[in-house]
C-alpha cells in the first residue's frame, strides 16, 4: 500500500479512534507543536549499543532528521507512559524492556515535551512499526553528533549525554527506618521490612524530584537497595522489579558499608538512608551521601 504524506505535515497515528491529544499547538509566535497535552520521548540507553534513534520520514516535521521515538501524549497519561507507548507504537520497544533512569521536561508553558531516559535491561532489536520511522539505528553516544538532528534534539542532546553516566543508587538501612515509627514493627519485623518495601516500589514508579539527590531541575528514578537483618533476614524478593532486596548474613550495617563501596567503585551515586549516626560516618567515609530515615519517610 503506497503512503500518502498526511496534510499539512500531519503525523501518522495507529490505526483507530483519533486521541484528543493528537493536535497542534500554536505558539504566541506562529510555531507549531505536536501534541495537544504536551508531547514525550524515550531515549533507550544500551551500553553496548548506544542510544536508539529514529529517522524521520521526509514529510513529518522536521523530516529526514534524526530523533527520538516519540510522540503526542494521549489525554490524561504520564508523560513516563506516553513516551513508552511512543516507542512501542514508533519502534517496538517491548514492555518491559527498559528501565527509567530520569525524566527531562522542556516546559514552555503553553506545550511541553518530555525525555524519558531509560536504560535497556532487556535487550530487544527495534522495528519500524510506524510509517513516520524511515530507519532505526543504535548510535554510539559519540556519533550522535554527527547525524543531522531533529532541532530539538540537538538542543537537549548535550545536557541529556552529560547526565548518561550518572546512575544514582539509594540504599536503605530497613532496620532503622522501620523502628523510627512505634507502630508495632517488633512484633513481626519481616511484615514491617515487606511494607517499607511495597512503599518504596510505590515511590521508585514515580520518581523524585532531583533536589532530593542533589541534582535539581529533574526527575530522577534511582534504583533502590534494602537491606534487612536479623528477624527480617530472607524477605520474600520475588517479583520485586524496581527494589533490591538484600539479606544481610551478619551486621546489616557492614552490608551496607559494603554495598557503598562496590557502588562508588562502580562510579555509582550513592544515598544511604539511615539515623544511625555511626552508620552516617562509615558510609560518608565510603563516598556515599546519608539522609534521615525522616527523610524517606516523608517521601512515602
Given at each position: 500500500?503506497t ?32 501534541g ?35 510522540g ?73 553528533d ?26 536503605v ?113 565510603a ?14
Open positions: 500500500m503512503i500518502e504524506p498526511p496534510a499539512f505535515d500531519e503525523p501518522r497515528r495507529p490505526r483507530g479512534p483519533r486521541d484528543p491529544g493528537d493536535a497542534w499547538v500554536v505558539a504566541p509566535t506562529g510555531e507549531r507543536y505536536w495537544r497535552y504536551g508531547a514525550a520521548g524515550l531515549l533507550a540507553v544500551d551500553p553496548d549499543r548506544g542510544v536508539l534513534l529514529q529517522h524521520r520520514v521526509s514529510w513529518s516535521h522536521h523530516g529526514d532528521t534524526w530523533a527520538l521515538p516519540g503526542a501524549r494521549h489525554e490524561g497519561e504520564s508523560a513516563v507512559d506516553g513516551a513508552l507507548r511512543e516507542a512501542q507504537e514508533e519502534a517496538g520497544v517491548p514492555d518491559g524492556a527498559t528501565r527509567p533512569r530520569l525524566m527531562q521536561v522542556l516546559d514552555l508553558g503553553y506545550w511541553s515535551y518530555a525525555t524519558l531516559v531509560a536504560d535497556v535491561v532487556e535487550p530487544f532489536e527495534a522495528m519500524i512499526t510506524d510509517p513516520e520511522s524511515r530507519a532505526l539505528a543504535w548510535v554510539p553516544v559519540t556519533e550522535v554527527d547525524r543531522p538532528l531533529h532541532p530539538g534534539f540537538a538542543a537537549s542532546w548535550p545536557g541529556l549525554r552529560a547526565l548518561l553516566d550518572v546512575h544514582p543508587l539509594v540504599v538501612d530497613a532496620a532503622n527506618v522501620v523502628g523510627s515509627v512505634p507502630d508495632g514493627w517488633w512484633r513481626d519485623r519481616a511484615g514491617a521490612a515487606t511494607r517499607l518495601v511495597s512503599r518504596i516500589e510505590a515511590l521508585s514508579a514515580v520518581g523524585m524530584d532531583g533536589a532530593l539527590l542533589g541534582r535539581a531541575g529533574d526527575t530522577w528514578f534511582p534504583e533502590w537497595s534494602v537491606v534487612v537483618e536479623g528477624a527480617a533476614r530472607g524477605l520474600d524478593a520475588t517479583a520485586r522489579d524496581s527494589v533490591d532486596v538484600v539479606s544481610a548474613p551478619a551486621s546489616g550495617d557492614d552490608q551496607i558499608v559494603d554495598t557503598v563501596r562496590d557502588a562508588r567503585a562502580h562510579g555509582r551515586e550513592v544515598t544511604v538512608v539511615t539515623s544511625d549516626r555511626g552508620l552516617v560516618e562509615r558510609v560518608t567515609d563516598g556515599a551521601s546519608a539522609r534521615g530515615a525522616r527523610w524517606l519517610l516523608d517521601l512515602l
